[in-house]
């Protein structure tokens, strides 16, 4: 397992070694240990979420604010998508920066995304599976968010917006400047 740091502080890339054969595949998603020597995070996760979803669903940008932050570590068990975060530490010299990777069933790949960001996907292949670990619970009063196409973000989707599929809910987010960090 290799895992790299992004240029946004805290934001980990984690990629298994995957063994195939004629049976199919195996690999590690998660070893404590090795998380914690290359991330220096105390990995306690709480909560496990998972979506299904469809080709063009945009979930996002969402995130928690106060004690009930969250980090999280997100992948695609099946399917693909577009993952993005965006840097929302007001004293991050990255502050309003975003980061995106393809995350999918072939790469196995993993994001680690630290408290102080907000965070969405784009489905980019029908039926994908989404699954995160969180380190906090959920607080409906703590959460937030910021309207996916904010032109300051200037966020590549790569579909074109008309394709997307988008809750009534996120799409009356606020821009990164008017939302309550």
């Known amino acids: 397992m290799t895992i790299e740091e992004t240029y946004l502080k805290g934001c980990f890339v984690i ?17 404590k240990k090795i998380f914690e020597q290359k991330i220096g995070v105390d990995a306690v996760f709480v909560q496990d979420n998972q979506s299904k979803s469809s080709i063009g669903v945009l979930r996002g940008l969402h995130f928690q604010t106060g004690k009930f932050a969250q980090s ?14 965006v840097d929302i530490r007001k004293e991050s010299k990255t502050f309003g920066q975003h980061f995106s990777i393809i ?41 937030g968010g910021i309207i996916y196409n904010d032109k300051d973000l200037n966020i590549d989707w ?13 799409q009356k ?6 939302a309550k960090l």
């Open 158 to 170: 790569v579909f074109g917006e008309k394709e997307f599929i988008i809750s009534e809910k996120d």
């Open 15 to 31: 990629t298994p070694k995957v063994f195939e054969d004629e049976r199919g595949c195996f690999f590690e998603s998660f070893n």
């Open 72 to 85: 999280k570590l997100v992948s695609v068990p099946k399917g693909k998508v577009l993952d993005v975060c």
């Open 103 to 143: 995350l999918d069933d072939i790469k196995h790949q993993q994001l680690y995304i630290p408290r102080g960001f907000a965070h969405g996907f784009l489905v980019l292949e029908n039926n994908t599976i989404f699954t995160y670990k969180c380190d906090n619970f959920y607080n409906k009063e703590s959460e």
């Open 173 to 178: 987010l606020p821009n990164l400047k008017s």
